[in-house]
């Protein structure tokens, strides 16, 4: 028994040392992390000029600091090179900006489309008019549909056209916006929104 043990362990000695040793890496970041953390709670209770709005993130990212170096280390011990997750991780991270970058003017959209139906700057019916500059006109209409990307505009029957405009939703959070309530003739006193970026 005990020769077929020491032959086990034999064959398993490598694998549990490097078990055994990323294990004592992640404890010694977990500690350390915590220790740093603590540290830091008594320097902002001893020294009231610290605010806590800056603790808190400095704490968060030494936290995270910490953890990946301690991460990094291990996997290191594992046989994962740093340059190969260093690769990886900077790849994820420009295709993630790429990505986010790419899809900024629908986020956008989006997020001013939730924005039009809970604060309400405008409504269905109502004529508004998006205003370029004090001496060019700019978009008008009626406002036949919301949706999710774009507000319709019908152009007044007097403009000669009657087409329907559709203007990005966030154009309304970046411009000047005159409304007129309801079925209102375009040519009443507009009431002012405050639509300020």
Request: glycine share 8%.
């Amino acid at each position: 028994m005990k020769a077929w043990l020491a032959q086990w362990l034999g064959e398993w000695s490598e694998t549990l040392l490097l078990g055994v040793q990323v294990l004592l890496i992640l404890l010694a970041g977990f500690v350390l992390q915590r220790l740093v953390a603590r540290t830091l709670s008594r320097v902002g209770q001893r020294y009231q000029q610290l605010p806590a709005e800056l603790l808190l993130p400095l704490r968060g990212a030494l936290r995270w600091l910490i953890m990946g170096s301690a991460l990094l280390l291990a996997l290191e011990h594992l046989g994962v090179s740093a340059g190969v997750l260093w690769a990886a991780f900077s790849g994820f991270v420009a295709v993630a900006a790429v990505a986010f970058f790419a899809v900024w003017s629908v986020l956008s959209n989006l997020f001013c489309a939730v924005l039009i139906f809970t604060v309400g700057p405008f409504r269905l019916g109502d004529r508004v008019e998006v205003v370029e500059a004090a001496d060019k006109p700019g978009a008008k209409g009626r406002v036949i549909a919301i949706n999710l990307l774009y507000t319709t505009l019908e152009e007044d029957a007097e403009a000669g056209t009657g087409a329907l405009v559709q203007i990005p939703n966030s154009l309304f959070f970046q411009k000047v916006v005159r409304r007129w309530r309801g079925a209102e003739h375009s040519t009443s006193t507009p009431i002012p929104t405050h639509n300020e970026t």
